[in-house]
């Protein structure tokens, strides 16, 4: 074990720290557009598909991030030490996706700029980007990405939590349906999940606590609670989100399809709430484009030690394609629920892969995965497949 596994700096921080940046990973602006559009389709029975979604999202971060540590490696050369060239192609599947929902992260930045400000979308898109650029470029970047990631959080709870309260919802109604809903659909479900844990968000944190030497079997408690809190961030962050668009759809008004969550804002705190939405569009893109970067690069620096020295380097040109792309393109936004919806496919694979590496004894030691989460691992496996291939036959 090396020196920094054993007595790794500043661990409760980096901890606190991994953990939003999963949680902020997963909160972009697809994870606002999909939570909207649904509750606006579901009405209060999105609750259960929120509830069924945290149960997945636990069994899958709990088995990643764990055996992430055990193993003391990241999640591609986990995949190439079972099956050679299999970590290539989990890469691959990674970093097309990263780089897919960066696109529209990028947007989403421009656009909560372009609110708060009235600037121009494409230079706030810019501008955003030359932040993120910056940061990685920052001496200690992975202490200052770990602060970024958890007060941009905690800002987006307390703004997500005045407009519930604005919005004054059914919470009865909606507490009840979260156990008892009357109506499902899995391409919600898949959704949600491949929008929570899926792709690259799944290992954020995992690859986080192993760069900051928080791996081996002695930091398993840690990186435990370090997962189940930034599980808990986006399940709160989550729910406040559909309480406060059920509070307006409940009243009979009609969210804008151009933009739902940003009326969701509007028409529970008149302008003062549109101009809210702007700060949290604004803290949710720019986290996730620092959250997909750090994690598509970290898929890549393992393979060649030219790509370790340079990997920051290498992050700063993934954010500049995101971000050249968009410019070129054109707004995103309405590929980002169909990119959940894929990498809702690629976290039945990823976990198999993880799952599997747990029972190697070349790779995991002497280490007995317990077994109430491998039963937890196969059975998130067979639902998101089995959902997946219901969403394909539809």
Known sequence: MSKAST????????????????????????????????????????????LLSILLDLGAQLNIWRIIAITEKRAQDIANDLF???????????????????IGNVAGAGLGIEVMSGLDVKIGALVS?????????LPEAGK???????????????????????????????LVRTVAPQQFDPIATITLVGGTVGGYITFAGGHRL????????????????????????TSIIRYFLFLATLGVVATGLTLSKDNPPASVFQLA??????????????SA??????GSAYTSVSFLRTFHPSLERNHRYLTVAFITVSTVIFLAVGKP??????????????????????????RNKRLVGNYQHPLWLQLAGWLVVLIMSGMAIQTLLK
Do not use: C, H
Request: hydrophobic content about 60%; overall charge neutral.
């Open 7 to 50: 007595n790794p700096p500043s661990s409760t921080n980096t901890l606190l720290g991994a953990a939003f940046l999963m949680a902020t990973s997963a909160v972009g602006p697809g994870f606002l557009t999909q939570t909207t559009v649904f509750t606006q389709q579901l009405l209060a029975n999105f609750g259960f598909v929120i």
């Open 84 to 102: 050679f060239g299999l970590g290539y192609l989990l890469s691959a599947l990674i970093v097309i996706g990263g780089l897919a929902f960066n």
């Open 129 to 137: 980007a030359g932040i993120g650029i910056a940061l990685f470029l």
């Open 144 to 174: 200052a990405m770990d602060n970024f990631a958890k007060y941009l959080g905690i800002l987006m709870l307390l703004l997500i939590a005045y407009v519930v309260f604005s919005a004054y919802p059914p919470v009865g109604e909606a």
């Open 210 to 233: 192993l760069e900051a030497g928080i791996k081996g079997a002695q930091y398993l408690p840690q990186v435990n609670r370090s997962a189940t809190t930034g599980i808990l961030v």
């Open 269 to 282: 705190a008149g302008q003062v709430g549109y101009r809210l939405f702007g700060v949290l569009m604004w």
């Open 285 to 290: 893109a720019i986290t996730s484009v620092i």
């Open 333 to 358: 936004v309405q590929i980002l629920v169909f990119v959940g919806t894929v990498n809702g496919f690629i976290l039945p694979i990823a976990l198999s892969v993880m799952l599997i590496a747990a």
